[in-house]
């Protein structure tokens, strides 16, 4: 039994929704499973030829939680979403192999219970809960269990992702993170927070500008993304909000018009690319092939 999984890109974060809002995009990477003998691949970089591939451990992890016996798939990798660049690259690997060990044990785990192992893969589930289920999501633990909310998005809304070809790791990304805040900023950004499903769903790009003023985390990180500042001012010149895509170093503007010959025109050292995107409503879709 042949299947074929398409992941959605992720953005994560959304401004000062750290670690907790996350959109889905019209960008995929597309994953065709059939078991085997043995690992093997087709599609990935040599570097991701071996056991230490995502998508195998994912699948391994996944096989042990439900206390089955692992069974080795050939993996074909049709990659259309960036490595390394905040678009939810890692978690479309992840919900690809959690979601293909589920099909192969029959099912044997429901949508939640999905969530939840792909959540504890990857650490936290601002990036595989829209992965899964498409739109703008909220997601939340109650009680050790990751819960979520889905919200519509404004047709009208454009994003355009501002892709460097540089890359900004995750694990650097947090360490520049404070280890501690006061309260006058948590307040500030949760009180953005809260509003931001709102605006995106009534399309108000003009509130969701100053909603996005982020004090958790994107002062931190700005910072560490060249030519950020040039982007920054791009912004508050037009009034086209954007925020950090993930941790980085991808930058997403909400427009409702096409935005990339004026960010095509700003003077970068950088190779940047932009590219227009759309929300994905769906999320993850399985194709079986008998």
Known sequence: ???????????????????????????????????????????FSEKYQTDDNLVVKSMIKTYEIAKATVRPCRISLTQCIPVARGLGSSASCIVAGVVAANFYLNKYFNDSEILNIAT????????????????????YRQNKE??????SVNESLIFTAAIPNFTLPTVKARAALPSSMDYENIVYSLSRAINIPYVLKRGETEKLFYLLD????????????????????????????????????TLMFVSKQNIVYLLESLPLDY??????????????????YK
């Not at 994560?12 to 809002?21: E, V």
Request: net charge positive; aromatic share 14%.
């Open 120 to 139: 504890a893969i990857e650490g936290h589930s601002d990036n595989v809960a829209p992965a899964l289920y498409g739109s703008l999501i909220c997601s």
């Open 271 to 288: 190779k940047w690319q932009f590219i227009t995107l759309s929300v994905n409503h769906e999320g993850t879709r399985v194709e079986e």
């Open 1 to 43: 039994m042949r299947i074929t999984i398409t992941v959605p890109a992720t953005s994560g974060n959304i401004g000062p929704g750290f670690d907790s809002l996350g959109l889905a995009l019209n960008l995929y990477n597309q994953f065709s499973f059939e078991l085997s003998n043995c690992w093997e691949f087709i599609g």
């Open 214 to 249: 982020d004090r958790l985390h994107q002062p931190y990180r700005l910072p560490l993304i060249k030519e950020s500042q040039k982007f920054r001012h791009f912004s508050r010149q037009y009034k086209i909000p954007f925020w950090i895509s993930g941790s980085g170093p």
């Open 146 to 151: 990751v819960r979520f909310i889905k919200y």
